[in-house]
């Protein structure tokens, strides 16, 4: 993990789209949680944007591009990565796309602040964590960030938030991410 993280070009000020795709991925093979969120044959990502709002839509366009060449060519823990979009418009509607896509990761995108703690309430009463580009939302209370900090690639890990979400990150992850208690 070391060596990919010193390995990947840090943009200015945000993570590209294709750097984010990898730690994510990278994120989620140190998840001792994920065979049970993930049962199916694949792993689920369902990316969630702001409704309404042309930023959020890019962001989730660019992420899910960059995921699906990125899951077209690894597998995590041995297995294709899918990914889905959602739009949010309320904590009810989030719940039936959870329902849906069943996801072992849901990625919110920019744009999501004023619902945030809609959604933090969503993915800890359906246990699944949450992820996203943007610090400001992991000390809101999201459960991990894929963000640039000093001019290069770190994971942001909220602990609290990604235990009541049903994450288990291995040590070796955690001892190189920044962590939230």
């Not at 590209?16 to 949680?33: K, T």
Request: net charge positive.
């Amino acid at each position: 993990m070391a060596g990919l993280l010193s390995a990947l070009p840090a943009g200015a000020g945000e993570l590209s789209a294709e750097v984010r795709s990898v730690l994510l991925l990278r994120v989620l093979a140190y998840d001792r949680g994920l065979p049970a969120r993930a049962t199916g044959p694949g792993i689920p990502i369902l990316l969630l944007e702001a409704a309404g709002d042309s930023a959020s839509r890019a962001e989730c366009a660019q992420f899910e591009t960059a995921l699906t060449q990125l899951g077209g060519k690894v597998t995590v823990a041995g297995r294709p990565v899918h990914v889905a979009r959602a739009v949010f418009t309320d904590a009810a509607a989030l719940g039936k796309a959870l329902d849906t896509h069943k996801p072992a990761v849901l990625y919110v995108c920019v744009g999501m602040g004023p619902h945030l703690a809609d959604v933090a309430g969503v993915t800890r009463q359906r246990r699944i964590p949450s992820a996203t580009g943007q610090q400001p939302y992991v000390a809101a209370g999201l459960g991990f960030g894929l963000v640039e900090k000093d001019n290069r690639p770190r994971v942001v890990v909220n602990l609290p938030v990604c235990r009541a979400e049903g994450a288990d990150f291995d040590a070796a992850l955690l001892t190189l991410a920044e962590i939230i208690r």
